[in-house]
């Protein structure tokens, strides 16, 4: 099992990170992005489904941080956040056996955390996916991809890999809240 604590961590304060360069999928030609990694990217149902429906190994969600911060620029516009609103930012790790398969980082406005969704609180380590898929009447924006650097400050220095990685993400309103 992996384990984390914050001194495991040495990327700078979040202001500093090198964030990726997200854009809406029509910026993508089918050259750039392969039928395979498509296939993958823009399958708008519970990854965390598709993951385990694989069967490749037991399946877990890996917590490496969470806590409350100002999320980055280009998220607080995804959600028409505050320049100074914070939120619950929580990075995991989805696990298929012994296998990192996907960081995942979630952003979670302290204006959605009331009512029905004051639950996303306490999520430890529980799919973030399982709760939005089974939550009545959710629904998912568009879907921004990025071609992330596999030495990016973007991820955490223990999953830095020498190949380069997509990226997506997207917005999602449930009971009228947006998360990340």
């Known amino acids: 099992?992996?384990?984390?604590?914050?001194?495991?961590?040495?990327?700078?304060?979040?202001?500093?990170?090198?964030?990726?360069?997200?854009?809406?999928?029509?910026?993508?030609?089918?050259?750039?992005?392969?039928?395979?990694?498509r296939n993958w990217l823009l399958d708008d149902g519970s990854l965390t489904r598709r993951l385990t429906d694989q069967g490749r190994g037991v399946f877990r969600v890996l917590r490496l941080s969470q806590g409350w911060q100002v999320p980055r620029a280009s998220e607080r516009r995804l959600l028409g956040m505050s320049q100074r609103q914070v939120a619950i930012v929580r990075e995991v790790v989805l696990q298929q056996g012994s296998h990192q398969v996907v960081f995942a980082r979630s952003v979670l406005p302290l204006s959605s955390l009331g009512g029905r969704l004051a639950h996303l609180r306490r999520l430890q380590n529980k799919p973030l996916g399982d709760i939005l898929f089974r939550s009545?009447?959710?629904?998912?924006?568009?879907?921004?991809?990025?071609?992330?650097?596999?030495?990016?400050?973007?991820?955490?220095?223990?999953?830095?890999?020498?190949?380069?990685?997509?990226?997506?993400?997207?917005?999602?309103?449930?009971?009228?809240?947006?998360?990340?």
């Open 1 to 37: 099992p992996l384990a984390h604590s914050p001194a495991d961590d040495t990327r700078a304060p979040c202001s500093r990170f090198q964030e990726p360069h997200w854009l809406p999928l029509q910026h993508f030609s089918a050259c750039q992005l392969p039928a395979r990694e």
């Open 136 to 180: 009545a009447g959710m629904r998912r924006g568009p879907f921004e991809l990025a071609r992330i650097a596999g030495d990016s400050s973007y991820l955490p220095r223990r999953l830095r890999q020498q190949e380069a990685a997509w990226g997506r993400r997207s917005r999602f309103e449930v009971y009228g809240h947006n998360i990340m």
